[in-house]
């Protein structure tokens, strides 16, 4: 079963994430260990290893980012533990250029902007993800997915930045 089957929702990039997380709080009340306190050993081990199929299939289904890389494994590329180079060098240039302006930033309304800009891009390329997804372009859409996880590590240089502006 995988994680969409287990949610009982349709395997597509665009979901309702309160629906999400109606289902799993639901699921999460029946799968509980506790309820199966009483049980046999393998009972309580299933209860255990059902919970834990559980709370990674949400974890999984809740990111965009991850939800369409498990989309992308489904349809049989996995990206997980890939080494592949992105070979966008316009794209190369601006994620030099990313981490040249994070240098930069030194007080929070340069921090403000900076979130800011690169939340706007991450969202236009995240509907490029999901546009190439619905297409079934899945190559289109692992370099897309593989651009994502360059601009959300900048967004974590980001967050640490923002540690050294704060603090």
Known sequence: MN???????PAAFSLDAAELQ???????QTLHPDRFATGSEREKLRAVQRTAQLNDAYQTLRSPLTRAEYLLELRGIDLAHEQTTLQDPDFLMAQMEWRERIEE??????????YKDLQEQMNA??????????ANANEEAAIAIRKLKFMHKLH??????EEQIRY
Request: glycine share 2%; net charge negative; aromatic share 8%.
């Open 3 to 9: 994680h969409f089957e287990l949610f009982d929702m």
């Open 125 to 134: 390329l995240q509907g490029e993800l999901e546009q190439h997804l619905e």
């Open 105 to 114: 930033v030194t007080d929070l309304e340069a921090l403000d902007n900076a």
């Open 22 to 28: 109606q289902r799993y709080r639901k699921l999460q």
């Open 156 to 161: 974590h240089e980001l967050e640490q930045t």
